[in-house]
């Protein structure tokens, strides 16, 4: 991948703004939040509580997104992993440290996948890390909101080989993101794509598509010492190969993900590309008034509904308290919760 100047163009814009900044920013995470579930969405952003301890899946994906923006700023790779590790130098006291060494190893290694995947691709980085903020636009009037604004940060602006400029998106996956698996045509209706054509449209950037870039995280873990009761040797005092005398270190684990990348890199990373027709544009655009109205509507009457679910419940941070029926106020955050000065932490606080 190469990096490219600044487009020129887009370099005039550096942020789409809005007149009245103490409105709401509706960003991409926010409305899938609310689609959710209601009552997560009231304790997430309206009352800004958020676990001190984030959870495994979040700092993965964090830190392995942070080694991207790195590299496509012109980093090196060995120096874009540094940096996205730096915060796995100490171990927190919650933290198990076999545990977090792991996790430590498979960024670097997913990352140093990632970077040799794609050292020869023909995709040049036009723009990195973009935030904007767009009228959320009632479709019938076109007058824009008093009360919200569309807000975010696009990972990259691209050019393909054929000329074309599209939006880059990075996701990790802990699903099957094979060609023919479920996870594309779901992805193909996630409405953050038309979100993010339309920001790069205002930015200045006629982009005509999105490269989806997926990586999935890994199924291997590290091996496991044999329990002492279950060893068997041979004649001569050996463990039989497929026993283990001792745990894989985080290290070696780290040395074997690496080799099974390489052996397999298509298991573990997917490119495709998205494109946006004018009309599904169109749609998102009804699709965000509204629920711009209902939010509005919760707040007027104090209604936050629960959906209850396994599916919601079993990935919701806040399944604890909320099935319990802790009582949560304004400004009082329960145990092992903060309360956050932007709810919205992918875009400077300043935005807010």
Known sequence: MTQAAPHHEASQVTEQRCAGAARDLLTSTRLATLRRCAKQHYLRYELGLSRVRTSDALRLGAAFHRGLERYNRGADPADAIVDAV?????????????????????????????????????????????TFELPLV????GRPSRAFVIAGKIDAIVRLADGRLAVLEYKTAGEDIAPDSDYWPR?????????????????????ATVLYDVTRKPTISPLRAT???????????????????????PEEFGQRLLVDVGDRPDYYFQRREVPRLEDELAEFQAEVWQQAKQLLDARRHGRWFRNVHRFTCGTCEFANICLNGVRVTSGTAP????????????LPAGDD
């Open 86 to 130: 730096a915060e796995y130098e100490f171990v927190p006291d919650w933290a198990d440290s076999f545990e977090w060494d792991v996790e430590r190893e498979i960024i670097q290694q997913l990352l140093a996948g990632h970077f040799w995947r794609y050292e020869k691709d023909d995709v040049e980085i036009i723009a990195v890390e973009r």
């Open 138 to 141: 009632n479709p019938q009037s």
């Open 187 to 207: 992805l193909r209706c996630d409405p953050q794509i038309s979100q993010y054509v339309l920001a790069a449209r205002a930015l200045g950037f006629d982009v």
């Open 227 to 249: 329990p002492l009761d279950k060893r068997k040797y041979t004649k001569d005092g050996r463990l039989y190969a497929a026993q283990r005398e001792n745990d894989e270190t």
């Open 335 to 346: 145990a092992g919760f903060q309360i956050l000065t932007n709810v919205s932490p992918e």
